[in-house]
């Protein structure tokens, strides 16, 4: 049982827990996952995105006294490219405005660079990269301090109503209320 921040309990179970590899299926196929341990150093710069949001959530919630922005930029390989070819692509019909960008979460960042590498098919690896900042310092890692499960939702029909590890990320030994038998 988790506690979710609406005060809402929600019955979860255990994929992985703190040094665990699990397999978890995405739209774009399977990614394996190491569930991090305690006093492991997590670097944002190497993190496959869905686990770049996750820990962006877990860092966000760990340090609530930092005002963190997060500064998002168009990449071809190693050429930088211009921002403003973001406003070629569409989420839901519409094209998608510049200033949005940041707040969009991994899947649709990924949908909007299959977009772009379409309608610009010259650049062979479009890519966004995300960088966070605290004030003017860029965070670059950061230590996990509390043991992390990856949690699911109990029952397939319940998985469209239930917000589990694949929307929010890891979960702290702290969030879990109890054990359903």
Known sequence: MVSTKSGNSILLWQVGKSGDTIDVPTPF??????????GD?????YLHPMLWDAFFALHKELSPEEKIKMQISLWDGKKRLPFSFVGRASISGRP????????LPWQELRILELQLQKIFPIYDNIRFKRKLFADTLEIKSFVVNEELFYLSCEKAEQQKLCFDSR???FFKKSEIQGIAF
Do not use: M
Not at 41 to 45: D, G, H, R
Not at 96 to 103: I, N, P
């Open 41 to 45: 150093t997590i670097f944002f710069e």
């Open 96 to 103: 998608v405005s510049e200033r949005e960008v940041v707040f």
């Open 29 to 38: 196929g399977n990614l394996i996952i190491d569930v991090p341990r305690v």
């Open 167 to 169: 929307e929010n990320g």
